[in-house]
């Protein structure tokens, strides 16, 4: 017990200490993880810590992962994606193989051993990249879309390459090691002495049987939970569902993470889905943070020393050799500027299946040890490398892009108003439209060229840039500013600014648009306290159309809208001023026992207010 205490404790200290470390020198969680690995790793050698048999169990944090991003993509969305799976990853995988496996032919490897190292290589981390994307909010981006079809392609090749490399085997590497009877995640695969046919008939039926559960027996099995009304078994029941399904995946010899996607897929329409993905991400992030510290702490520093020139050098020629094929693969697709630089640099390095598929190939005599341990040396490396990739991305290629959208720089502010406008959208143009209509003068920013171009046609000025840059709102006088107007439209920049405005110019009052209810609670912790959502107003239009629909008159109707809203902005603040930004709203057990406790006062009023306003027809 003391020894599992130590080893936790470890491994949690070096990550707290680490991640923020990297995150604030703007190096990302992944590299903060990996570092913490590297610097544990001399502990863990001390101590005889298993760092492998570790790795595999931590590998479950990509199974939750990819889990959680199938519960954010509904079927059809998957569907139109189709052609991007087809055509990028199909053509990113057989490139990338027959290239890499030149290359080692070159080198004079064997075939078989070049063909085995091109399949390796060939594959990416599904971990690292989706993990960064999420983080810097570029899942949904063109390039990011693209990025993740290879990898959903890759997942799905490890299956054809774990066939494949045993009939690869030479017989001068062949020490009676091969046939170990593990399928290629590292558990029993019961189709492994089936007959082709068999096999495929049994992989078929477990995707299935994997649709048919989503579809057929979660809602069954998350309301028999709710009648228990207790909030642990819920997290028990979204663990049992994803662990239930990777068991079976690994039975029949497929990915786990491939089958907790297709899970995830499957019930992204479920009224479950927001209860599953709350349950599930702590135990995916610890993980995935897991997972990557033992990548680092996996390293063989002493193998590392001895050649590292070796490994440096096939290190580089791996990413640069991907990287080409990225390129190509992705331009011949059409994406183009800044998404086929995101695609090229996010892919380029091996993944955490190589480091099963090295283990497969010795066993099965395809690759000798010491090039083995070679190999693993160049997979950590590149891994190590990718953080590195996306910040040059955002540094360079961000900057000249994706500030613009076209490449453009950002438009020289030549007047300075007490107003400023920050996105000139569907919100933006109208608030400008009534100010300059009451005869005020404001200065509208937005990075749209495009609709820039259209409303410039009809003679309105508007200024071409990224309003969330410290330089840009300082040239455009935030300063002497007396109202700012956030009308951007990602969650992501709402918030960058209202924090950097609200820290740094308090004297400016700032009117913010949130795309939700919780995000007003989230911008009033930000000190923000001029809050529109976004939906609320028409929403209380369509309400007084419902009540007008139902047979009141108008001006009961708007009675009755007027009544409502009043008491939904007094409840605002109360429960606003609970929020935390450090949990989510719904684990935040004061700012719940607030919302019911005021809904025992205020909704029998508000009834009372109601049942008021129809007598006044009557």
Same mark, same amino acid.
């Given at each position: 017990?003391?020894? *599992?205490? !130590?080893?936790?404790?470890?491994?949690?200290?070096?990550?707290?200490?680490?991640?923020?470390?990297? +995150?604030?020198?703007?190096?990302?969680?992944?590299?903060?993880?990996?570092?913490?690995?590297?610097? /544990?790793?001399?502990?863990?050698?001390?101590?005889?810590?298993?760092? =492998?048999?570790?790795?595999?169990?931590?590998?479950?944090? &990509?199974?939750?992962?990819?889990?959680? /991003?199938?519960?954010?993509?509904?079927?059809?969305?998957?569907?139109?994606?189709?052609?991007?799976?087809?055509?990028?990853?199909?053509?990113?995988?057989?490139?990338?193989?027959?290239?890499?496996? #030149?290359?080692?032919?070159?080198?004079?490897?064997?075939?078989?051993?070049?063909?085995?190292?091109?399949?390796?290589?060939?594959?990416?981390?599904?971990?690292?990249?989706? $993990?960064?994307?999420?983080?810097?909010?570029?899942?949904? +981006?063109?390039?990011?879309?693209?990025?993740?079809?290879?990898?959903? &392609?890759?997942? @799905?090749?490890? %299956?054809?390459?774990?066939?494949?490399?045993?009939?690869?085997?030479?017989?001068?590497?062949?020490?009676?090691?091969?046939?170990?009877?593990?399928?290629?995640?590292?558990?029993?695969?019961?189709?492994?002495?089936?007959?082709?046919?068999?096999?495929? /008939?049994?992989?078929?039926?477990?995707?299935?049987?994997? @649709?048919?559960?989503?579809?057929?027996?979660?809602?069954?099995?998350?309301?028999?939970?709710?009648?228990?009304?207790?909030? =642990?078994?819920?997290?028990?029941?979204?663990?049992?569902?994803?662990?239930?399904?990777?068991?079976?995946?690994?039975?029949?010899?497929?990915?786990?993470?491939?089958?907790?996607?297709?899970?995830?897929?499957?019930?992204?329409?479920?009224?479950?889905?927001?209860?599953?993905?709350?349950?599930?991400?702590?135990?995916?992030?610890?993980?995935?943070?897991?997972?990557?510290?033992?990548?680092?702490?996996?390293?063989?520093?002493?193998?590392?020393?001895?050649?590292? $020139?070796?490994?440096?050098?096939?290190?580089?020629?791996?990413?640069?050799?991907?990287?080409?094929?990225?390129?190509?693969?992705?331009?011949?697709?059409?994406?183009?500027?800044?998404? !086929?630089?995101?695609?090229?640099?996010?892919?380029?390095?091996?993944?955490?299946?190589? *480091?099963?598929?090295?283990?497969?190939?010795?066993?099965?005599?395809?690759?000798?040890?010491?090039?083995?341990?070679?190999?693993?040396? %160049? &997979?950590?490396?590149?891994?190590?490398?990718?953080?590195?990739? *996306? %910040?040059?991305?955002?540094?360079?290629?961000?900057?000249?892009?994706?500030?613009?959208?076209?490449?453009?720089?950002?438009?020289?502010?030549?007047?300075?108003?007490?107003? %400023? /406008?920050?996105?000139?959208?569907?919100?933006?143009?109208?608030?400008?439209?009534?100010?300059?209509?009451?005869?005020?003068?404001?200065?509208?920013?937005?990075?749209?060229?495009?609709?820039?171009?259209?409303?410039?046609?009809?003679?309105?000025?508007?200024?071409?840039?990224?309003?969330?840059?410290?330089?840009?709102?300082?040239?455009? #006088?935030? =300063?002497?500013?007396?109202?700012?107007?956030?009308?951007?439209?990602?969650?992501?920049?709402?918030?960058?600014?209202?924090?950097?405005?609200?820290?740094?110019?308090?004297?400016?009052?700032?009117?913010?648009?949130?795309?939700?209810?919780?995000?007003?609670?989230?911008?009033?912790?930000?000190?923000?306290?001029?809050?529109?959502?976004?939906?609320?107003?028409?929403?209380?239009?369509?309400?007084?159309?419902?009540?007008?629909?139902?047979?009141?008159?108008?001006?009961?109707?708007?009675?009755?809208?007027?009544?409502?809203?009043?008491?939904?902005?007094?409840?605002?603040?109360?429960?606003?001023?609970?929020?935390?930004?450090?949990?989510?709203?719904?684990?935040?057990?004061?700012?719940?026992?607030?919302?019911?406790?005021?809904?025992?006062?205020?909704?029998?009023?508000?009834?009372? $207010?109601?049942?008021?306003?129809?007598?006044? #027809?009557?």
């Amino acid at each position: 017990m003391t020894s *599992f205490l !130590l080893l936790a404790f470890l491994i949690l200290v070096a990550g707290v200490v680490a991640v923020p470390l990297a +995150s604030r020198f703007g190096l990302g969680s992944v590299l903060g993880y990996l570092l913490a690995g590297m610097a /544990i790793s001399p502990i863990l050698l001390g101590l005889k810590v298993d760092v =492998e048999a570790l790795q595999v169990f931590a590998e479950f944090g &990509v199974v939750m992962m990819l889990f959680i /991003i199938g519960l954010e993509m509904e079927p059809k969305r998957l569907w139109a994606m189709r052609g991007k799976l087809l055509g990028l990853g199909g053509g990113q995988v057989l490139l990338t193989t027959l290239a890499i496996t #030149g290359i080692a032919l070159l080198n004079s490897n064997p075939w078989q051993t070049a063909l085995a190292i091109g399949m390796v290589l060939a594959l990416s981390s599904t971990a690292i990249i989706v $993990q960064t994307l999420t983080e810097k909010n570029l899942m949904k +981006s063109e390039g990011g879309e693209a990025s993740f079809s290879v990898l959903l &392609v890759q997942d @799905v090749a490890v %299956i054809p390459i774990l066939a494949l490399l045993p009939l690869l085997a030479m017989p001068e590497l062949y020490s009676g090691g091969a046939g170990h009877g593990e399928g290629g995640h590292g558990g029993l695969d019961l189709t492994a002495n089936m007959p082709v046919w068999l096999a495929a /008939i049994s992989r078929v039926g477990a995707v299935a049987a994997v @649709v048919g559960i989503g579809i057929y027996a979660i809602r069954p099995l998350f309301r028999y939970i709710a009648a228990a009304n207790l909030r =642990e078994l819920f997290t028990a029941a979204a663990l049992v569902v994803v662990i239930g399904i990777a068991l079976l995946m690994s039975l029949v010899g497929l990915s786990p993470a491939l089958g907790a996607f297709v899970a995830g897929v499957v019930l992204a329409t479920s009224e479950y889905r927001h209860e599953l993905e709350s349950d599930i991400n702590p135990f995916k992030g610890l993980l995935l943070g897991l997972f990557f510290i033992t990548v680092g702490a996996g390293i063989d520093f002493v193998l590392a020393v001895e050649m590292w $020139q070796d490994v440096v050098f096939w290190a580089s020629v791996t990413i640069a050799a991907k990287f080409a094929v990225l390129l190509l693969v992705g331009w011949l697709y059409g994406l183009r500027k800044q998404a !086929l630089w995101l695609f090229a640099l996010s892919l380029p390095q091996a993944g955490e299946f190589a *480091f099963v598929l090295i283990a497969f190939a010795v066993g099965n005599a395809v690759l000798p040890q010491a090039l083995a341990d070679e190999l693993l040396l %160049i &997979v950590a490396l590149t891994m190590l490398v990718t953080p590195l990739l *996306f %910040i040059l991305y955002d540094k360079v290629i961000a900057h000249a892009y994706c500030t613009d959208g076209e490449g453009r720089e950002a438009d020289t502010i030549e007047e300075e108003n007490e107003i %400023i /406008i920050a996105g000139r959208g569907r919100m933006g143009g109208i608030i400008d439209r009534m100010l300059q209509a009451a005869g005020y003068s404001t200065t509208v920013i937005d990075y749209d060229s495009k609709q820039l171009e259209i409303v410039r046609k009809f003679g309105f000025r508007t200024y071409f840039g990224d309003a969330t840059r410290p330089d840009l709102l300082h040239s455009a #006088g935030i =300063e002497k500013a007396k109202l700012l107007v956030v009308a951007l439209d990602e969650r992501e920049q709402i918030d960058r600014l209202v924090k950097h405005v609200v820290k740094d110019y308090p004297n400016v009052h700032i009117t913010a648009r949130a795309i939700d209810r919780n995000h007003v609670y989230e911008l009033w912790a930000y000190g923000c306290r001029d809050v529109i959502r976004e939906t609320y107003d028409s929403s209380l239009r369509m309400g007084r159309s419902a009540f007008e629909a139902l047979g009141m008159d108008r001006q009961q109707a708007m009675a009755a809208r007027d009544a409502f809203e009043e008491m939904d902005r007094r409840f605002m603040p109360e429960v606003a001023n609970l929020y935390r930004l450090d949990i989510p709203y719904h684990e935040n057990e004061p700012l719940m026992e607030k919302v019911k406790e005021l809904r025992k006062e205020w909704d029998p009023v508000l009834r009372e $207010q109601m049942d008021e306003i129809l007598k006044r #027809g009557s």
